[in-house]
């Protein structure tokens, strides 16, 4: 099949004049760094989820860090969390001080499992954060009553999964305090950038303090007890996020579209599972095209049919690389075994091209070339 005679991008951020306009209109203002734009972009945030306050930060994980930081977690403390994710935003567990305590998945949703979670709890466990993993929201209920009967700190990390609803409720919206990361592939894009949002106005107060201090706080005894880590957001990336917020919709809805080709295009494919919705859930808004490849395919037939999709100039990469295999956790303990689902699905797991720039002709050539570099390893196999 001949297909495009052009690079296939992961991602592709969607821009418009008005964001090069809103960019340009801070570049030519006297505040380039965290100012009124900044400020603009987080009171539109919380009213676009539905939450009290928003605080702009300079990235998802600096977010959870200062969450963890302003809940006084840290040495001697425990934060139970799932492996398998694309921003891994845990990753700011450690440099809180605090043990990350990881459980397994769902097998369908990749998310944290409720009972796994449930059974990782002990004397010294503090928060339970849970991710909507590729834009799939968490098994929020069960969890939301785990977090209440263990006396948990409940976080949810949004970073992959703006716009999706469960049971009625947008995502951002549950725990204590919701995370949001801007960097791609993330539909609201502002090339770097996060924002931390809650109901709890202390909460709000003692993160913004831990983020930055403003000229006029650095003479109050008040403020100064909090060391403050310089995590801002800039105006620049505010602004972008401003328009991206405006044309969320329009974004989404293209995404939608896009989405709905992949999935038109792979029913064909006998060896691969498209991603998986539950019941429970409303509205997905996936983060990347994730699928699966059936159980007689391995890692090393997944990472050749990446690199045939690379021949071909389409963008393709594993989904994950889970964090219980990583150095920093096999040196604590962690090996391979421990935590059998997330290696059940992250080998023969990976992401294809999404974004709202793809069209018809393209995804029908990034699913065929899929298919065909299949043949070589394992074709017709078993999904499940």
């Known amino acids: 099949m001949n297909g495009p005679a052009q690079f296939i991008p992961l991602a592709d951020p969607d821009m418009s004049a008005a964001e090069l306009?809103?960019?340009?209109?801070?570049?030519?203002?006297?505040?380039?760094?965290?100012?009124?734009?900044?400020?603009a972009f987080e009171q539109a945030f919380a009213a676009r989820v539905g939450r009290a306050h928003a605080v702009a930060v300079s990235s998802g994980t600096l977010g959870l860090l200062l969450v963890l930081r302003a809940l006084d977690i840290g040495a001697g403390d425990e934060v139970i969390a799932a492996p398998y994710a694309w921003h891994q935003l845990a990753w700011a567990v450690p440099h809180a001080g605090a043990t990350l305590k990881l459980a397994d998945i769902d097998y369908w949703t990749g998310s944290i499992a409720p009972d796994k979670a449930a059974a990782a709890v002990?004397?010294?466990?503090?928060?339970?954060?849970?991710?909507?993993?590729?834009?799939?929201?968490?098994?929020?209920?069960?969890?939301?009553?785990?977090?209440?009967q263990q006396g948990l700190h409940l976080i949810e990390d949004a970073s992959e999964s703006f716009g999706s609803r469960y049971q009625g409720r947008e995502v951002g919206t549950f725990g204590?305090?919701?995370?949001?990361?801007?960097?791609?592939?993330?539909?609201?894009?502002?090339?770097?950038?996060?924002?931390v949002v809650t109901d709890d106005s202390r909460l709000a107060v003692r993160l913004r303090h831990l983020?930055?201090?403003?000229?006029?706080?650095?003479?109050?005894?008040?403020?100064?007890?909090?060391?403050?880590?310089?995590?801002?957001?800039?105006?620049?990336?505010?602004?972008?996020?401003l328009v991206q917020l405006?044309?969320?919709?329009?974004?989404?809805?293209?995404?939608?579209?896009?989405?709905?080709?992949?999935?038109?295009?792979?029913?064909?494919?006998?060896?691969?599972?498209?991603?998986?919705?539950?019941?429970?859930?409303?509205?997905?808004?996936?983060?990347?095209?994730?699928?699966?490849?059936?159980?007689r395919f391995s890692k090393s037939s997944r990472d050749a049919i990446v690199d045939d999709l690379a021949t071909a100039d389409i963008e393709a990469v594993a989904y994950c690389r889970p964090l219980h295999l990583q150095a920093y956790f096999t040196e604590r303990g962690y090996r391979k075994g421990a935590l059998p689902v997330t290696e059940r699905i992250v080998d023969r797991s990976f992401a294809l091209p999404f974004h709202g720039h793809l069209n018809d002709e393209q995804i029908a050539f990034i699913v065929q070339t899929a298919k065909d570099a299949s043949i070589n390893v394992g074709a017709g196999a078993a999904i499940y």
């Open 21 to 39: 306009d809103a960019v340009a209109a801070v570049l030519r203002s006297p505040q380039l760094g965290q100012g009124r734009v900044v400020e």
């Open 122 to 148: 002990n004397e010294s466990s503090r928060a339970l954060l849970a991710t909507n993993v590729n834009g799939h929201p968490a098994a929020w209920q069960a969890l939301e009553a785990l977090a209440t």
């Open 176 to 195: 204590l305090a919701s995370i949001f990361d801007f960097a791609a592939p993330s539909a609201l894009c502002c090339g770097e950038g996060g924002m």
């Open 211 to 241: 983020r930055s201090h403003r000229i006029e706080d650095r003479q109050s005894v008040v403020i100064g007890t909090y060391p403050a880590l310089r995590a801002t957001m800039s105006n620049i990336s505010a602004a972008l996020g």
């Open 246 to 295: 405006g044309r969320i919709d329009a974004i989404l809805e293209r995404r939608a579209r896009i989405a709905a080709s992949y999935l038109e295009a792979i029913q064909s494919f006998e060896g691969i599972k498209p991603p998986y919705m539950a019941p429970e859930v409303d509205t997905v808004h996936w983060f990347t095209y994730g699928v699966h490849l059936g159980t």
